[in-house]
């Protein structure tokens, strides 16, 4: 059978992704929804036309990590698409955040993304689709969101180098750098009302983010980046000295 994966399903971005689905991979047969609140994603798979399977888990546990590999040995499917949007960002200086928030947002940001792909890649077929939810903080280090920043370059990172060692396989890995989105990661996060940053710059619509990283993975491109403001971002972050970036790009 083939399927889709969809990490961080529960709300925000990943919800989006799930609803976005079909339209976009009608090849595939069936989702499964991964996120830890099981409410939120039996109610978002009683809203698709597919067939969903809700996995509810901590990406940060080895343990259900484990399942996860479990689950796709006994059901052996086709992974047509995997797409790693759960993630997490709190904002402080990082000499302020408490010790386990900083491991948080490493372990699910970069250490669940990267074994959520390797135990999905077996099963991976000639012309599957990985997305991998980075962020427009991965272009330069954002202080007061150092460990997130820093978390989200090794995301643009690693798909860059994975998708030059999948292209063999015609495997398509596309990194998505959106900018800010107004979803619950501004609450989890405490963002919301205190950042300036974060009050001055033009939001993204994560149902267009969501459909426009369809169609950059479906056309191979590496990296998607959602309205010209922060194209221009990215253009202006590889061209000038990251010591001077970093001096304006405080969040
Ligand atoms: N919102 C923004 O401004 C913004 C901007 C650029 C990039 N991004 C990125 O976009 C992605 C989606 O974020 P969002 O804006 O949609 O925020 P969100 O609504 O808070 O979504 C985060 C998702 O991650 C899941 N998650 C959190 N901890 C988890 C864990 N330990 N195990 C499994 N799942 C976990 C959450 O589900 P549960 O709580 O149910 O586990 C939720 O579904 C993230 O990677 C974020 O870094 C966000």
Same mark, same amino acid.
């Given at each position: !059978? ?22 976009? #991979?009608?090849? @595939? ?5 991964? =996120?830890?609140?099981? *409410?939120?994603?039996?109610?978002? *798979? ?8 809700? %996995? ?37 200086? @990082? ?7 900083? =491991? ?8 669940? !993304? ?18 991998? %939810?980075?962020?427009? *903080? ?19 990172? #690693? ?15 596309? =990194? %998505? ?10 609450? %989890? ?7 300036? !940053? #974060? ?22 491109? *590496? ?11 990215? #253009? ?12 304006? =790009?405080?969040?």
């Amino acid at each position: !059978m083939k399927i889709a994966i969809i990490t961080g399903a529960s709300s925000g971005l990943g919800k989006e992704y799930a609803l976005q689905l079909s339209e976009n #991979f009608p090849e @595939v047969e069936a989702v499964w929804l991964v =996120a830890r609140r099981k *409410a939120l994603l039996d109610e978002l *798979a009683a809203k698709l036309t597919l067939p969903s399977v809700c %996995v509810p888990l901590d990406l940060t546990s080895d343990t259900d990590l484990g399942i996860l590999s479990r689950k796709l040995e006994e059901e052996q499917p086709e992974v047509q698409v995997l797409v790693n949007c759960a993630g997490c960002g709190y904002l402080a200086n @990082v000499a302020e955040t408490d010790p386990e928030l900083l =491991a948080r947002m490493c372990d699910l940001n970069m250490r669940a !993304m990267t074994l959520v792909t390797r135990i999905a890649l077996p099963y991976m077929p000639e012309g599957g689709h990985i997305v991998n %939810v980075s962020s427009i *903080a991965s272009f330069c280090p954002n202080a007061r969101m150092t460990v997130y920043s820093s978390t989200k370059a090794y995301v643009s990172s #690693f798909s860059l180098g994975l998708r030059e060692e999948l292209r063999d396989r015609k495997i398509s890995v596309t =990194a %998505v750098c959106s900018g800010p989105m107004d979803t619950e990661f501004l609450d %989890v996060g405490e963002i919301r009302g205190n950042s300036k !940053m #974060f009050k001055t710059l033009p939001y993204c619509d994560p149902k267009k983010v969501a459909s426009g990283s369809y169609k950059a993975a479906k056309a191979d491109k *590496a990296f998607h980046t959602p309205r010209a403001f922060f194209k221009l971002y990215r #253009f202006i972050a590889k061209v000038t000295p990251s010591t001077i970036v970093v001096k304006l =790009a405080k969040t």
